[in-house]
């Protein structure tokens, strides 16, 4: 790998992508392999922040290689021509984008960004602003990973010193290069449980503080027991985080109903925090949800399911860890509340803990 200032060409990859795994990568496997590639920055980064930069670039791995692993596929069904697939797929992505329907691939990496460039890329000062540069680039040709994938800044200063370092962003990719995260290599839910463990851990680091994106899987689990959705229902949580109590029920439905898969609950949820937006976003594609319908902003100022002109959207079941210790409500926002949601009485403007119970309920 070039860890050098030597000029690389990083539209043509030299670096090949490393041949499936000949068999899928368990849970334990993954864990210590992730948590190996977060240790790499751990110390020279705030926790709060490192996770900021490991789980945008895990995510772009998976993207990357599921992508390789399509073209092949459609590479095949063109009778092997290669340069007739690619236009096709170019084309496909132009009108996809004219027309606002999805593309004949998930997600659509160009070439110049497809994760061998950046691992090719050498630590010269400039590889931060290249990352940043592919994730901007994938985000405004895939309009559902906008707020996503373009969130961070692997440039980023502060006091005038990179918060992360072309040394340590390089050796991080060599990390996660260690393996293929596409289709045949693991599934979906293995990598999208093993993101979880992740959260879990960063959790673990930051303390108190962590609960504004992550719940401990035991009381996910829990209270998708409790819940215990029907087929065809619809699950909302107002203040997802970075997605968990979302997905366990709907991981709940699926093992119970393995053969039921295309009528397991739809998900919705809306977060306020941009970065942690960006986690549940990632959560669920990971966990292959793609039909997730996740909002961001302020639930109680600016709902994001709204029913037309009757009113907020309605849900079979909503689950949440409420925002606890909010201060920037008062009793002219309750007042003036167009959706009718605190009939049952309003909070100190010390605390808007239970409000967000009751405006759950309305």
Not at 265 to 289: C, R, V, W, Y
């Amino acid at each position: 790998m070039p860890k050098n200032n030597a000029v690389t060409d990083t539209t043509q990859t030299t670096i090949p992508f490393s041949p499936p795994d000949e068999e899928q990568l368990d849970i334990s496997t993954l864990e210590t392999w992730l948590w190996e590639a977060a240790c790499v920055i751990r110390g020279t980064t705030d926790a709060p922040k490192f996770k900021d930069f490991i789980l945008p670039l895990i995510f772009y791995k998976r993207l990357s290689d599921v992508f390789d692993d399509e073209v092949a596929d459609l590479i095949g069904g063109h009778g092997g021509n290669e340069e007739d697939t690619r236009k096709t797929i170019d084309a496909d992505l132009q009108d996809a984008l004219k027309t606002g329907r999805p593309p004949i691939v998930r997600f659509y990496i160009p070439q110049k960004y497809r994760w061998a460039a950046l691992r090719n890329h050498p630590a010269d000062g400039r590889l931060g602003e290249f990352v940043t540069e592919a994730m901007r680039e994938v985000a405004r040709l895939n309009p559902p990973l906008q707020g996503v994938l373009d969130v961070e800044d692997f440039n980023e200063q502060q006091s005038g010193q990179r918060t992360l370092d072309d040394d340590r962003l390089w050796a991080l990719i060599e990390i996660i290069s260690q393996h293929r995260l596409g289709l045949q290599d693991t599934e979906p839910d293995i990598l999208g449980r093993a993101y979880e463990y992740l959260l879990r851990k960063f959790a673990e680091g930051q303390g108190q503080s962590a609960g504004e994106f992550y719940t401990p899987k035991e009381v996910g689990w829990l209270m998708a027991r409790v819940i215990n959705p029907e087929p065809r229902t619809t699950i909302y949580d107002p203040a997802c985080g970075s997605g968990g109590l979302l997905i366990k029920p709907r991981l709940f439905f699926e093992d119970k109903h393995p053969d039921e898969k295309s009528s397991a609950p739809q998900i919705s949820g809306q977060e306020l925090t941009p970065t942690t937006f960006a986690m549940a976003k990632m959560n669920a594609f990971l966990h292959d949800f793609i039909g997730a319908d996740l909002q961001i902003g302020d639930t109680f100022r600016n709902p994001g399911f709204v029913d037309g002109n009757s009113g907020l959207k309605r849900f079979d079941y909503v689950l949440a860890n409420p925002m606890w210790n909010q201060k920037e409500y008062n009793e002219t926002f309750y007042a003036n509340d167009s959706y009718g949601r605190f009939t049952y009485g309003v909070a100190p403007s010390s605390s808007a803990d239970w409000v967000g119970m009751g405006a759950a309920y309305t």
